[in-house]
């Protein structure tokens, strides 16, 4: 497993942007897939995002398309999601998630899925 450290939520005003950041420590980073969840007050866990061990397969969830964009730079061990035009119902804590997989190929989208996770970082889009 390796260990995930979330950074770069904040308040923001509806219709700007935030990067939120994901380190990892271990070795071996490019043999996980990683993913971005989100959990809003009330509600279930969402995959958000998700990127395959190289970068060459993403994944995001419809309400977040054409917004959002998920990024990895695995000699850093760290992996990215800008998010634009920010909107209220985006309010919620953010989470990382790794899962070792041997291919690229793999479409991880539920909890379950991943066993390694951040603890999280509040993102607050104010209306």
């Known amino acids: 497993q390796v260990q995930l450290v979330e950074s770069g939520g904040g308040l923001v005003q509806a219709g700007g942007s935030l990067r939120l950041t994901c380190a990892a420590s271990?070795?071996?980073?490019?043999?996980?897939?990683m993913g971005w969840f989100r959990q809003a007050p009330g509600k279930e866990h969402e995959c958000v995002s998700r990127?395959?061990?190289?970068?060459?397969?993403?994944y995001y969830t419809n309400s977040v398309k054409g917004r959002f964009t998920i990024s990895r730079y695995n000699a850093k061990n760290t992996v990215y999601l800008q998010m634009n035009s920010l909107k209220h119902e985006d309010t919620a804590v953010y989470y990382c998630?790794?899962?070792?997989?041997?291919?690229?190929?793999?479409?991880?989208?539920?909890?379950?899925?991943?066993?390694?996770w951040g603890r999280g970082t509040q993102v607050t889009v104010s209306s």
């Open positions: 271990g070795r071996a980073f490019n043999m996980y897939a």
């Open positions: 998630a790794a899962r070792a997989t041997p291919s690229e190929t793999d479409t991880f989208l539920r909890r379950s899925d991943y066993d390694s």
């Open positions: 990127i395959s061990r190289n970068g060459g397969n993403t």
